[in-house]
Nanobody, 124 residues
Framework: QVQLVESGGGLVQIGGSLKLACTMS????????MAWFRQAPGQKREFGAA????????YYANSVKGRFTITRDNAKNTVYLQMTNLKFEDTAVYYC?????????????????WGQGIQVTVSS
């Protein structure tokens, strides 16, 4: 059974940095495309960043481009999201997702497996 476990969330000041990690167990991590989505209170879930199982293929939402970096370590079955220059509007529950099919990496409906989510709060 595939499990995704997020870590690294918490409280950070505006302009600060935070690094999330998501570790997969029970699944073919090296064959999976991975993504981070987020959901703010009262808002719909939105795409943040994705990384393909193919080398050097990444996608970012415009809202995080240039500030967030998604990477993966296949030896550790882990995907990371380095977040810098954090803003109030980055406050959300962040979800790690995985899929082993092809297609749009930005579409949450195409992801088969999800983590439980981790809170990121940006404050002054």
């Amino acid at each position: 059974q595939v499990q995704l476990v997020e870590s690294g969330g918490g409280l950070v000041q505006i302009g600060g940095s935070l690094k999330l990690a998501c570790t997969m167990s029970g699944g073919p991590f090296s064959d999976a495309s991975m993504a981070w989505f987020r959901q703010a209170p009262g808002q719909k879930r939105e795409f943040g960043a994705a990384i393909s199982f193919l080398p050097d293929v990444t996608y970012y939402a415009n809202s995080v481009k240039g500030r967030f970096t998604i990477t993966r370590d296949n030896a550790k079955n882990t995907v990371y999201l380095q977040m810098t220059n954090l803003k109030f509007e980055d406050t959300a529950v962040y979800y790690c997702a995985a899929k082993v099919s092809t297609g749009d990496l930005t579409d949450g409906e195409r992801y088969h497996f999800w983590g439980q989510g981790i809170q990121v709060t940006v404050s002054s």
